[in-house]
């Protein structure tokens, strides 16, 4: 098991770049088993959900490279296959490939993913949507069976109950390759949706609708790719940089942000106090000042990402006063508050909301990554604290966030990975 080691107390300064946004680096991955041609995309995270999912795709004959940000998957030669279930439970994301195979061969079997534990995530929007197209549905044992080889796979409307950003693309990914059209409502609008809609559509396919509530797909029988496609910037990762440079950044610039995508969260920093100079495609974060406590709401997009609640957490405790967080997403998204606690934060959470106090002084301590955005709240009040904080369960970490160790050091913090079981603090 990997720990995180940091030695607190440093300022911090210089300059970042993000990395490809991981959240549609995962929906990406499996979309590309629907190409008829090998495909390449440019400014792929450096991360483990990347290396396990590089893995499923090897279970399936499906050739793939990943150097220095590209990432090139030869899927002309793909086959049925058992996907290895260690991979596909070790991230939620592998559900993708239930839409992806089942566009390509009309069939799939899959083992009920993994991935980060923050409270129920059904997919039963998911499945909704496949019988909508025709697909036959039976799970037994943690495992689903998805078959259409029957009657087809065909164009359908999906009223989605809920909003949902993992059955939304799922939808698409089933229909860009069904007979007819599918009408997909109360869609999710997230932008990592629109990215994978650009790359099909950049092949061949007819997506319609990306980023409102409507989405419609008409579905066609090949895939080609022409061109590298580049991935957005990951707002999470830009929304948690930004957090790290206010809580403890002597100036920081950040680079390759998408400010349109973070607007409800960066509002909500200047609403503390923050002075963000914001450009076109960076954002620099100059020393903070005083600050003060506010409200915060998670709400599917625009609205404030769930993912940014954890790492705004540490700065939420050096501002005066109190801060709330509601996260309307998933109310026992919570992980981090007992081993925020350890550290010496005056952080509490009861009855669906985070309050969050003004905190002096936060201290090392040996702490759990209960998930990836747990883990970068932990690692930011890491680098506040004084003395030195064990994060066990690193990996959670390392899932989400591009090259972390090499780009927090550049900015002069002192933080290594190590695998040594023994490591501890007094």
């Known amino acids: 098991m990997k720990r995180m080691i940091i030695q607190g107390g440093n300022r911090l300064s210089g300059e970042v ?4 946004a991981k959240n549609s680096t995962v929906a990406l991955i499996p979309a590309a088993i629907l190409a008829d041609t090998p495909v390449q995309f440019d400014t792929v995270p450096d991360i483990l959900d990347v290396h396990n999912l590089m893995i499923i795709l090897k279970s399936m004959n499906v050739k793939s490279k990943f150097s220095h940000g590209v990432l090139d998957i030869d899927p002309t030669q793909i086959v049925e296959a058992e996907l290895p279930s260690k991979a596909i439970k070790s991230l939620r994301a592998s559900y993708y490939f239930m ?3 089942l566009g390509r061969f009309h069939r799939a079997t899959l083992t009920f993913p993994g991935g980060d534990n923050i409270g129920p995530r059904p997919i039963d929007q998911h499945l909704k949507a496949f019988k909508a197209m025709g697909a036959e549905v039976s799970e037994e044992g943690g495992t689903v069976h998805l078959d259409a080889t029957k009657n087809g796979l065909h164009g359908a409307r999906v009223f989605l109950d809920m909003v949902s950003v993992g059955a939304t693309i799922n939808a698409i990914l089933a229909a860009v390759r069904a007979e007819g059209t599918t009408i997909i409502e109360n869609a999710a609008r997230e932008p990592e949706i629109i990215d994978l809609a650009t790359f099909l559509n950049n092949m061949g396919a007819k997506v319609r609708g990306v980023g409102t509530g409507t989405i419609r797909i008409t579905g066609v029988n090949t895939l080609q790719s022409m061109n590298t496609h580049t991935i957005i910037a ?3 990762e830009t929304g948690t940089y930004l957090s790290l440079a206010a809580a403890l950044g002597d100036g920081i610039m950040i680079h390759n942000v998408i400010p349109e995508h973070l607007e409800s969260f960066t509002s909500k920093m200047i609403e503390m106090g923050v002075d963000l100079q914001i450009d076109s495609d960076k954002i620099y974060v100059p020393k903070v000042g005083h600050l003060k406590g506010i409200h915060v709401k998670t709400l599917p997009f625009p609205g404030f990402a769930t993912d940014l609640q954890q790492p705004l957490t540490p700065l939420l405790s050096l501002a005066d006063g109190d801060s709330t967080i509601v996260d309307t997403i998933y109310p026992k998204r919570v992980k981090h508050v007992p081993e925020l606690q350890k550290m010496g934060m005056n952080i509490e959470a009861h009855d669906g909301t985070i309050i969050v106090k003004h905190t002096d002084h936060l201290h090392g301590a040996n702490v759990e990554a209960g998930e990836i955005r747990a883990g970068a709240a932990l690692t ?8 030195t ?11 989400g966030y591009d090259r972390i160790v090499w780009k927090l050091n550049r900015l002069h913090a002192n ?3 190590e695998d040594d079981s023994s490591v501890k603090i007094d």
């Open 17 to 20: 770049t993000i990395g490809g």
């Open 415 to 417: 933080v290594a990975i």
């Open 234 to 236: 990951d707002r999470i």
């Open 99 to 101: 839409g992806a195979l």
């Open 380 to 387: 930011i009040a890491g680098l506040m604290a004084d003395g």
């Open 389 to 399: 904080t064990v994060i066990n369960n690193a990996g959670n970490i390392l899932r």
